[in-house]
């Protein structure tokens, strides 16, 4: 069964008639931040053509302006909008001319090659609303979206000020991309959607965790591949991302990697299962979803989720365009994973940033992850010239080396009367309380390391953030936990889900920091194996 929703999210304001059309009768709307919202990114549209017009022409219904429209004559008059990019549509929004007063009835039909049309909606009637109305259809692959009009209940006029199409660009599009007809993507669109991931164009190393060559070149004998195996092989639990402690991710990723170096064709079947059943979780706060989506989004491009699994991976990935903004408990002002990340300095914002830049680098946002997340780690760690938004969360507390100054890493060589500051996480070892020497053993600046290390990481094999970035900062928050800081003159190590860290730091910095057998943290594991 088709299902149709209304939501009015737009200002219109009212225009001239161009033809014999009645004048228009809408009201002024208050904008509304459909940003907030669940649904997915606004398509880029690249023309509109039409059966029939007036001086109203096509084109007006996709211009971004409420102020003009299409309008079309006579039962049966066409609208064909053209996606720029082969797309799982899941909904259609039209903003009807004069909608507030009069019902419009239409059908929806989609496309993929423009020739043969399959019908989503039929004999659908507007709801009377001044702003969009939001038809929910699929979703359904297609690049051509056509609304066939039956009149109004005042005229036989088919008017529709402007579309939008919502959904994900499927993966590899771009080769079938249509043609540019000058219209940009929509103030709501996410650019670079369906952008390669692999290859060098998004970056300078294939794969956003670990490749799949990295992986084949792995042994299959040892603990380490013991563990990983037997997670991949094991019961994994359920998919819940408003759940703290929930290994399913972890497990998921663990059902990949194995897929991958064995080529077990059951297994990998699991691991699709496990990402698409993500889809269904419940949320909580911020904080849970950072933490546990890092896994599916790794697993997903690991086993290179397009072509394996298609349909399953084009829901997957609307599903993963609706996070960043998805309404949530967060922190430091954050009401949503993207806004965490930006505003944040301790841990919840740093496994936000972990997060974002894997979901924004899986969806190909390229641009967006390198204006957003990665220049907001960069400042994180200590380039207050490259952002410094995070200033009005920063605590003095004591453990910053210049709170005139604040960073989330203490710069290189930092020092407080002998005291060894350089690399000392300061919003998160407050959490022991303020400034007191030596320092109290607060596990928060392990907590907050799980995301840093991983955003880190992933940004680097982007090409978007160096792991030198700061005098290598996060190597040195990593060490400082190594050098004789705390109680009794001791060190203060990787312990319990944080110990997949060290053999990470190792591997990428080339160091070599003591390690133990990895456990699989709070958004990572099998590093003893992946990164031996």
Not at 304 to 322: E, K
Not at 401 to 408: A, T
Request: charged share 20%; proline share 6%.
């Amino acid at each position: 069964m088709k299902r149709w929703l209304p939501w009015c999210v737009v200002a219109l304001t009212a225009c001239e008639p161009l033809s014999t059309e009645e004048p228009s009768t809408d009201p002024d709307l208050v904008e509304l931040d459909t940003a907030q919202s669940a649904l997915s990114p606004s398509l880029e549209l690249a023309s509109a053509t039409a059966t029939t017009s007036d001086a109203n022409v096509p084109a007006n219904a996709i211009d971004r302006d409420t102020a003009t429209r299409w309008s079309g004559e006579g039962d049966g008059a066409a609208l064909t909008i053209t996606l720029r990019h082969l797309s799982l549509v899941d909904a259609v929004e039209l903003a009807w001319y004069n909608g507030s007063t009069r019902t419009a009835t239409f059908d929806l039909l989609t496309s993929v090659d423009g020739a043969s049309y399959a019908p989503q909606l039929t004999r659908v009637q507007s709801q009377r609303l001044a702003g969009y109305e939001l038809s929910a259809v699929g979703p359904v692959q297609a690049q051509y979206v056509r609304i066939v009009g039956h009149g109004n209940t005042r005229n036989d006029w088919n008017s529709i000020r402007e579309v939008r199409v919502r959904g994900a660009v499927v993966a590899g599009a771009d080769a079938g991309a249509a043609p540019d007809a000058g219209v940009a993507p929509d103030a709501g669109a996410t650019p670079d959607a369906g952008a390669p991931r692999d290859g060098g164009s998004s970056g300078p190393r294939a794969g956003l965790w670990l490749s799949p060559a990295e992986v084949m070149a792995l042994p299959m004998s040892g603990s380490a591949w013991a563990a990983v195996e037997g997670a991949a092989r094991g019961a994994w639990g359920s998919a819940d991302l408003s759940d703290l402690n929930s290994r399913h991710d972890v497990n998921v990723l663990a059902g990949a990697l194995v897929a991958v170096r064995t080529g077990d064709g059951a297994l990998l079947a699991k691991t699709v299962a496990g990402i698409d059943a993500v889809r269904g979780s419940g949320y909580s706060r911020v904080l849970e979803l950072s933490r546990n989506i890092q896994g599916y989004v790794f697993a997903a491009d690991l086993i290179d989720l397009g072509r394996v699994a298609p349909s399953t991976d084009a829901t997957f990935r609307i599903f993963l365009a609706g996070l960043p903004n998805l309404p949530l408990q967060g922190h430091s002002g954050g009401v949503d994973l993207e806004s965490t990340a930006r505003l944040s300095p301790n841990n919840w914002g740093c496994h936000a940033r972990a997060a974002l830049a894997a979901i924004q680098l899986y969806l190909g946002q390229r641009s967006v992850a390198s204006a957003g997340v990665a220049t907001w780690l960069r400042g994180w760690e200590g380039d207050r010239a490259a952002y410094s938004g995070f200033d009005g969360e920063y605590t003095n507390s004591g453990w910053h080396f210049d709170f005139s100054q604040p960073v989330g890493i203490n710069p290189k060589g930092a020092t407080r009367n002998g005291r060894d500051f350089d690399g000392l996480l300061p919003e998160d070892q407050r959490r022991a309380g303020n400034f007191t020497w030596p320092a109290p053993k607060e596990g928060y600046t392990w907590e907050a390391l799980q995301g840093t290390v991983v955003a880190a990481v992933v940004l680097d094999r982007a090409g978007l953030l160096p792991l030198t970035a700061s005098d290598s900062a996060v190597l040195r928050a990593v060490q400082w936990h190594y050098r004789p800081n705390f109680t009794g003159g001791t060190t203060f190590p990787a312990e319990g889900d944080d110990t997949w860290i060290p053999w990470v730091v190792n591997k990428v910095y080339g160091v070599s920091l003591p390690t133990s057998p990895a456990s699989s943290g709070k958004n990572m594991g099998w590093t003893d194996w992946t990164h031996r």
